[in-house]
Structures are given as structure tokens and as C-alpha cells.
């Protein structure tokens, strides 16, 4: 089991920030493929970001490119995901995921298949 939770959400404006937090990984695994993915209402569960854990290596989708950051703290056992000038199509329910990785990779993907653990989410907001 890996219990992760997910914290940081809020309501904004746009060109405002948030970062968003996920604890519960890195108990069980050495390293861990982590991502970060939103659901706005009506639309399916898409990728954001991901880190894999052993080498810190990031990936982003394009639409969050240069306005959102995914890092992590392995002595805390936290992923962040730090959003930056926000927009108002930003708005969803933002969850955290994790896959053990073994053997090692080198890359971490953000396709909802590819992670097996979920949080409940945090939502977003972001206003005109």
C-alpha cells in the first residue's frame, strides 16, 4: 500500500501561485515513479507532470511548461508541484500517483496507466 495524500490546494487568481504537496510514498519502495495529474469537471484525468524518484529526472506535458514545477524531498518523503502564473483553465482536482520502480528506469511517464496509486486529490481553483 502506498497512502498518499495530497495537500495545498486553493482558490486563486489568475497569474497567481500555489504549490501543492503528496506525502505517503517511500516506505515500502527504494524508488518510485511519481506523478502528478488534474480532472476538471466533465473531462478525463489527464497527466501534469511526473519525477522519478532515483534520479530526480522530470517530465512535463506542454501546456504546463515553464509555469509548474515537480520536485521532491526524499529525506521528507514529499513530492511538490510548485504552479505558477495560473490560469483560469488550470482549475481541477489535482492528484498525486505513484509507481514503485524496479528494475530502475530512466524515465517516468504521465499517463494514468502507468501509476497504480492514487490520492484523493486536492482542487485547484483559479478565477478570472
Known amino acids: 500500500q502506498v497512502p498518499l495524500v495530497e495537500s495545498g490546494g486553493g482558490s486563486v487568481q489568475a497569474g497567481g501561485s500555489l504549490r501543492l504537496s503528496c506525502a505517503g510514498y517511500?516506505?515500502?519502495?527504494?524508488?518510485?515513479?511519481m506523478g502528478w495529474f488534474r480532472q476538471a469537471p466533465g473531462k478525463e484525468r489527464e497527466g501534469v507532470a511526473s519525477i522519478y524518484t532515483g534520479s530526480g529526472r522530470t517530465y512535463y506535458v506542454d501546456f504546463v511548461k515553464g509555469r509548474f514545477t515537480v520536485s521532491q524531498d526524499n529525506a521528507k518523503k514529499a513530492l511538490y508541484l510548485q504552479m505558477n502564473n495560473l490560469k483560469p483553465e488550470d482549475t481541477a482536482m489535482y492528484y498525486c500517483a505513484a509507481q514503485p520502480a524496479w528494475p530502475p528506469v530512466a524515465y517516468c511517464g504521465a499517463q494514468t496507466t502507468d501509476y497504480g496509486y492514487w490520492g484523493q486529490g486536492t482542487q485547484v481553483t483559479v478565477s478570472s
Open positions: 517511500g516506505y515500502t519502495y527504494s524508488n518510485y515513479c
